[in-house]
């Protein structure tokens, strides 16, 4: 292979070398010529970004090797587009990555520095809400491990998700300035900018081939600026690239204004444009018809997609073969005006007649749906959308008309169903609805898990099942071993080590090799401590941040995700109380001792769910307090969950709630970390629980409450939850001491919304699986009694977790939507290290 460096530039020892004292050369290095620092004057910070540069630069042989062998060899590449890329912290991963963890960790110890506090200084990029941001980011992770040529396209927002406070049992939002001390991993590409249209008219016109064309004239244009962050895989060379755009504004518009002599009128410009990427919306599966989100999406679809093509442009490849370039997996429908664009850019800007262009639009996009939940279903105002983006409206009026004319011929007068399918919304306001223009516009349709693959096809996208019913297939999402196992769970992934070998870590199936040493009581008693260790750890991280004293032998019981009312958080309080008042009403009750513990974050204008998290934090204040439970019961509400914390949470969990509303949970992927860690489940037939149960055996996972179709059926039938709240005491009796003030100092209205809404509606049907779960908890007390058998439970559901790799499900989507093949890179080796 050619060297890509030009023959005078020598690639230093000290910028690759991975001896131990070349690492801590190194980095002193970069701590004086980067930081401008030296030791006696650096702060923990200055330590942290020595460390990321360091690290970083050992990456970059391979980055630039990957991208220049896919500019040699043009592959078929995959293009993830995301509006969130929820990543976590990199230096960690990158070192388990690049197989430095344990001699950095040595090389900072010889310099009196613990790479653990190094690690904790990172501010994680929050880039993303929740599941389907966190998914984008383990699908990059292992899409550079499979060495599949890849690109994340996302946006590279200047507040993340806001940082978690809590005041007097309440969340307080804080903004999240994580760019504030820099970001050594991301590499600003200026020179690479593009340029972005919004509003405006469109004009008809005829071209000198005679040709009806349309021309867009915008009342604004926005540059995009990328910054690209390497992405390397697991004990490979390829390093993948994260593109997140950032708006600016162009200096066009600034020259304009400041000719005029409005300064004012300039600067107001840029930051207006420069608004765009600003902040994320902390809303999880719920939409705000907010016009900023819908020029964020339009901002990096745009910018992407015309990347996408100035790469086929130097590559010399022809666009007619873009659907054989590109992959593109549009991450639920954020991305989804992504079709009607590309449309624009064949047909306006590169002379495309319609039917090629629309041929090759859909052979290009496939649609990943990632809940049921029709609050979360985006559609735009018309008025607003056409305002913005009036060729785009146009083009997307062309889609549905023909596309209708395709619908009234598989089904003629069926005027109903016209009407469901269109593209637009015409019951009242109008609207354009993405999730259909996403299933026009793209070959493939998948859910996340197969019961919500299923239910898809039966309700929400029936139709289109009906009409396409071949482009229908389900991708079970998965998690990557290496930041939720070897990275989070060092003492663990050592211990597989040494029984099994490390093939697991890129083969998670051969963690079913562990069950060779089920009958080894030495294995058993070796697992056992790693889980107290880690739950140790853990205790004493709660006694340093909240004072508060947690048994380590307790049963840690956790429930860690978004607050969400179909989540069930408050199902989970319910308990709580049940248990509390049966200690009170027999204090020298046998129960076994349970530390439960809560994180998430709720949407800023989730009242219901930000009342959830009050309610958990005053019963929390009562019973953590209460001498009657004697230590038996604590409970704590963990601030400002997020994937660094979670890191922290699920290897110290006996026991995971997954315990959703069954149909509303499109899959789940906390369960896998939890259950891969050897956390048990207590879980509903709901999403990805189903397949985990499964694979686990059902006698190794706790299963409460009704089925979907019994959901459903139950609604259909008229519920009422009162029915269920005057047939159970104990149901009744928790109820009623939250809505007599027993848990807000007397109060008896500061839950009252909460409460009403579980007695006059229940949507999520607590009250139906009350009693069920309770019963189901009892079980699971009466087992952990049983740590023999507790523990043998535990090791079989890690070593039967192999199927929740996301390498797995990155396989199925080449296999069965892609069909990307893999591509080597080889990294010559500039320079030897000194070892
Ligand atoms: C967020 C915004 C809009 C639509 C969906 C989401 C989302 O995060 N959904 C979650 O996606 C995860 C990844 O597929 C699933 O595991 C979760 O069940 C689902 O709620």
Known sequence: MVSILPNNIQIEDDRTGINIETLKRAFLDNLFYIQAKFPKISTKNDYYMALAYTVRDRLLNRWLNTTETYLEKAPRTVAYLSAEFLLGPHLGNNLINLGLYNVVKQAMEDLGLSLTDLLEQEEEPGLGNGGLGRLAACYIDSLATLEIPAIGYGIRYEYGIFDQEIKDGWQVEITDKWLRYGNPWEVARPEAELEVKFGGHTEDFIDEHGRYRVKWIPFKVVKGVPYDTPILGFQTNTANTLRLWKAEATESFDFEAFNKGDYFGAVHEKSESENITKVLYPNDESYEGKQLRLEQQFFFVSCSLQDMIRMMQVQNLTLERFHEHYAIQLNDTHPTIAVAELMRLLLDEHGFDWDKAWNITTKTFAYTNHTLLPEALERWSLNMFGSLFPRHLKIIYEINSRFLDEVRIKFPDDFDRLRRMSIIDESGERYVRMANLACVGSFAINGVAELHSELLKKTTLHDFYEMYPEKFTNVTNGVTPRRFMVLSNPRLANLITSKIGDSWVKNLDDLRKLENFLYDTNFRKEFHKVKQEVKQDLANYIQTSYNITIDPNSLFDIQAKRIHEYKRQHLNALHIITLYNRIKANPNLDVTPRTFLFGGKAAPGYYMAKLIIKLINSIADVVNTDPDMRDRLKVVFLTDYNV?????????????????????????????????????????????????????GEENFFLFGLTAQEVSQKKAAGYNPWDYYNSNPELKLAIDRISS??????????????????????DYLLLADYQSYIECQDRVSQAYRDREKWVWMSILNVARMGKFSSDRSISDYLKNIWKVPSVKVDVPEYSQSND
């Not at 997954?658 to 509303?664: D, H, R, W």
């Not at 003030?741 to 229940?762: A, C, T």
């Open 644 to 696: 660094k914390f979670a890191q922290r949470v699920y290897p110290a969990a006996d026991l995971s709630e997954q315990i959703s509303t069954a149909g509303k949970e499109a899959s789940g992927t906390g369960n896998m970390k939890f259950s891969m860690n050897g956390a048990l489940t207590i879980g509903t037939l709901d999403g990805a629980n189903i397949e985990i149960r499964e694979a686990v």
């Open 741 to 762: 003030g027993f848990f807000s100092h007397g109060d008896p209205n500061l839950f009252k919304p909460l409460v009403d809404s579980l007695l006059y509606r229940d």
